[in-house]
């Protein structure tokens, strides 16, 4: 938190294909080197997949994802008396989205092989079964913070 100015939210940019905030969030991780048109198609197109795949809408699929994938406890690294411990923290509201949304890219871009929409449509798919990479990297957290639970009262 800085100690001066106050941070402002940025403003949100809302997609043109279904005008829904976390999507064009989405889009805008994706997005490399300024080229969002390439991020649409590739969302979009991971869309088009799920529908195809799924017969559902492909915003529930996907919001439904983000919900499964995100984190509720996770772990800082703290000194206390010349000892570093793993704290565990509650993940606030804006994080829980942004490491889903970080997680689940990151899977994606770790494959090779197919088109990056195709991987994405299927971790997204994965992620709202609760499978998948995205979702063992946010149990993964889960229990490392479960575990250090004694720590609990180095927390700031």
Not at 109 to 129: D, F, N, Q, T, V
Request: proline share 4%; hydrophobic share 40%; glycine share 6%.
């Amino acid at each position: 938190m800085p100690r001066k100015s106050r941070k402002f939210k940025k403003k949100l940019y809302l997609d043109p294909k279904y005008k829904n905030p976390l999507v064009g969030k989405f889009i805008g991780h994706i997005m490399e080197r300024g080229k969002k048109s390439v991020a649409q198609k590739i969302v979009y197109g991971a869309f088009d997949i799920i529908k195809e795949k799924t017969k559902k809408d492909p915003l529930l699929v996907f919001d439904q994802a983000i919900k499964k994938v995100s984190p509720i406890l996770e772990v800082k690294s703290r000194r206390v008396g010349g000892a570093n411990y793993q704290v565990p923290y509650e993940v606030r509201g804006e994080r829980k989205t942004t490491l889903a949304l970080r997680w689940i890219i990151n899977v994606c871009r770790s494959r090779s092989g197919k088109p990056m929409a195709k991987h994405l449509a299927e971790e997204i798919l994965e992620a709202s079964a609760g499978r998948g990479a995205a979702f063992k990297k946010k149990e993964d957290t889960q229990r490392m913070a479960l575990a250090n639970k004694a720590f609990a009262h180095f927390a700031y």
